[in-house]
């Protein structure tokens, strides 16, 4: 296919060109003094008054204004119209030329989940063969890229490579693997190279995905900042089309660095992002694949946000099978009937993220098991907006919801992914929030276990056992015998973990048991 | 003056040398095969558990080890001893290198301040006059050096340049302005390599300061985490000596970019630094030069934080005398007497942050003008941490004396620098913490003038009144003419604003009336 080559004109002037060429002896024209104010104190200086008149005058104002100041309509009229204009041109307004991708149907790439935590399967691989498809469909409008600083294999989106190439220009070894001219997989270890080709390739009209080390999205925070500080100015900005969202998913995260250690643990870009207005913010942690694929669908759909999707990589039990996943993803937050008693609860184990999930459930059949008269309920979180009042996000959820799921009165144990005093920001206006206990990550790690990276924090299922007993009034008194046995078992898992490198068969081996609600 | 040279060795090897040259047909030794595990399921592939066997022999055990499996002692013998060592070399365990700083006394560069908010000074340029000696008094030791991305000038530091230069290796031209070989100022618009030139040069036991545009410090907000985990880290390693602290100065404020706008508004790397280990990070928002030049006093003789300082670099009023000053940064928090009501106040007005604590005192002189019969008590915050639980941060404030400052049961508005919800996130185990109602910045801004960004973010004196009337019990019923006036006066200001390009005389013209407390 031969193209159109474009002309480009490349203008080089001195800094502060036409200003004067000296001020008090220095050098100004063509130097770092043109910098912001060439000729200062002009009020006061009748010196610099006259050399900014006499600047100013080499322009020949009688030439360009008429007698009243205004524009002469001969020089107004040499000014480009329409679409012609810098700022009216369509690829400087890429909404104008945005299409809507052709996606495929999600639910097609489902895993199949007969009950809840009897299958594993790895989140990301599933997302990989979506993406893969999404790839091929769109490939006639060339307009869908998938960026990423050398992860995306790293990452199992593998898949996509059935589909595309990575883009390379440059010499080729034998022993490569998928590059190609033409590819749409724009692969290159720097995150700030990925974040700048996406953001042209966002405002230019198309659409992108970017996936990264959750530890080290923190290197584009600042061109975040612009580019979330970009759609809130051009909302209000009526000439301006909606562009198509920017979303990251951040996989590799924080609980599952067993060989990389403590310098890849950091959950903090989901707080950096909660700092820009909530208009244009969107923040998923999708507990399993099929939640995963439905909250891609959605994000790929979107307009004129930032989405920001969390999910791990690893094999990891699946909860819902996909009619259950979409309608989770449809309210956000929800009970998990499934894995809760009946009625009113006497403690709430919230839940926001793959691995929290995961131990939440581990939790409520320790104390299912062990503390029989404490009823359960368990609430997950996909979308974390949610949990803001409607007042304070547009995905917030109204109060009376809100309590109806959470309970104003009973003890909230929340297990979240990333630093706890982001769920008290969030919910801290809610009736339920003084009953509110988050555990989460606390800046404690190292190169270990999965299960030990939770004890470090107390986000494990015994702390969370223990933490059920510290709070359901009456359960310090009678269940002392049961905080001392989750103790214990954490001691020993620790020293299992140092004995063997690995975590505990108890851990390992845990499933859910596939009990169904008491009712 | 002459210096020894020292050889320096480059050794280059193969990604993966000595490993396997193909594995499965594909070439791996010299190849990005060799990343992570180049020989996979070695527990299920005969054929890759024979090549890792093949592999490893050919290091010769039988040579290195004794039938025991022990290390031959004369093998063992080979490494270096003591300080030779490469982790105990003491070029790699800076502190051992470290010298404290010859540090002139911070008071003789007082701001006279014979009366509360009489006089005018920029906090940066009085500071610069203190770092301009402490770079003299150490230029005999070559250990104390000051780094900015170009804007040491612009941040009003350039007193600096009396003592010292740029470093500037390169061509020099005539126009250009103190550039040397031997200058101790590291300048580069590269945020980037700042922070590796500082972190390099403290970790080889020199002291650094290091200034910056507030918005855009987020540039390094990745490397910062990597040198708090260091910290973390090494402070449970006991042959690790403490280096010298990594400290801050944030200027050029979101408050006071009436030139440069929303790009350059963003004080979110306070949140970002409060993600780390409490044990490693400090935080100070001086609210004028004299506490600014003690907080610095205090950041230069510290050792093992990251200290982050916000000042902004604009004339405005100062508040404390340096006796004042110590006192008030000694404690960290406190009431301010000379502003406040004597006994229980009706209302805490708290503040942190220059520009706020100038709003908070306006407000307090509106209060008193137009609701004359409420007891307003004046707090300011100058030691961001204090606010803490002391179980949660080592300067946090116990609970009791915290109680004394804030009352437990009277409303608090808090006037604060950054994104409000850090306050409620450092605040929400105190006891009068559903009384606290914080304004700051909530990503709303453009350019325009200072008391346009504090209204467009509802900080502003007349808000802060109207805070006051919502709050305080009583008073929505039989103020509402004062809150109606409050708005009044705010709508008028904005007008002001957009008909002159600058705020209106009532504001420009302010200050503190020298009203001493009522007793």
Redesign the interface.
């Known amino acids: 296919m031969t193209r159109p080559r474009w002309p480009m004109v490349v203008f080089c002037t001195p800094k502060g060109w036409t200003g004067p060429s000296e001020v008090d002896g ?2 100004t024209e063509g ?3 043109s910098h912001q104010v060439p000729l200062g104190d002009v009020a006061g200086n009748p010196e610099h008054l006259q050399r900014l008149e006499a600047w100013l005058a080499r322009y020949r104002p009688e030439e360009l204004f008429d007698e009243n100041g205004a524009l002469r309509p001969e020089l107004a009229a040499l000014a480009p119209k329409g679409p012609r204009r810098m700022g009216a041109n369509p690829h400087a307004n890429g909404g104008l030329l945005l299409k809507d991708l052709t996606l495929p149907d999600f639910r097609d790439y489902a895993v199949e989940v007969p009950k809840p935590g009897q299958v594993v399967a790895e989140a990301t691989r599933v997302l990989g063969r979506f993406l893969r498809d999404v790839m091929r469909l769109n490939k006639p409008t060339r307009n869908f890229r998938v960026f990423g600083p050398d992860e995306t294999a790293s990452n199992r989106l593998a898949d996509l490579f059935e589909a595309t190439d990575r883009a390379w220009m440059a010499e080729t ?3 490569d ?1 998928h590059l190609a001219p033409d590819g749409r997989v724009m692969e290159i270890l720097s995150e700030h190279t990925c974040q700048g080709w996406l953001e042209g390739y966002l405002l230019t009209g198309r659409h992108g995905f970017f996936s990264n080390y959750e ?2 999205i ?2 584009v ?2 061109m975040f ?2 580019h979330a ?1 970009w759609l ?2 051009t909302r209000g900005i009526p000439w301006r089309a909606p562009i198509a969202s920017l979303t990251y998913l951040l996989s590799s995260h924080v609980w599952r660095q067993d060989h990389n250690g ?2 890849h643990q ?1 959950p ?1 870009f989901i ?2 992002v909660a ?3 909530a208009e244009v913010i969107r923040v998923y942690l999708p507990p399993d694949a099929n939640t995963l694929l439905s909250v891609a669908d959605h994000c790929l759909r979107s307009r004129g946000y930032v989405n920001v999707v969390v999910a791990g990589k690893q094999p990891q039990e699946q909860w819902l099978d996909m009619d259950a996943a979409i309608a989770h993803c449809e309210n956000g937050l929800g009970v998990w009937d499934w894995a809760s008693d009946a009625g009113a609860p006497d403690v709430v184990l919230a839940c926001c993220g793959d691995v929290p999930t995961l131990e939440t459930l581990a939790a409520a059949d320790l104390v299912r098991r062990h503390l029989p008269g404490v009823r359960v309920r368990v609430v997950n979180v996909v979308d974390l907006m949610r949990l803001q009042p409607a007042s304070e996000h547009p995905h917030g959820m109204p109060d009376d919801e809100f309590d109806r799921v959470f309970t104003t009165d009973r003890p909230i144990i929340f297990a979240y992914h990333g ?1 706890p ?1 982001l769920i ?2 969030l919910a ?1 206006r809610r009736h339920g929030h003084d009953n509110l206990h988050v555990r989460g990550y606390k ?1 404690e790690g190292t190169t270990t276990t999965p299960f030990d990276m939770l004890m470090l924090n107390d986000l494990d299922r015994f702390h969370l056992v223990m933490d059920v007993v510290d709070r359901v009034p009456g359960l310090a008194a009678r269940a002392g015998d049961v905080r001392r046995l989750m103790v214990e078992r954490r001691a020993a898992c620790r020293a299992y973990t140092r004995e063997h490198g690995e975590d505990a068969p108890e851990i390992r081996d845990w499933s859910w048991p596939g009990k169904t609600r008491t009712s």
Chains 1, 2 share one sequence.
């Open positions: 220095q050098k130097s770092w003094r070894l034998p022993e693997d530890a080290f923190h290197i925070d600042s900042n612009q500080k809130k100015v403590f310098s950091d903090g707080d950096h700092n820009k207005k630093y005093w008290h920001r801290y800046e």
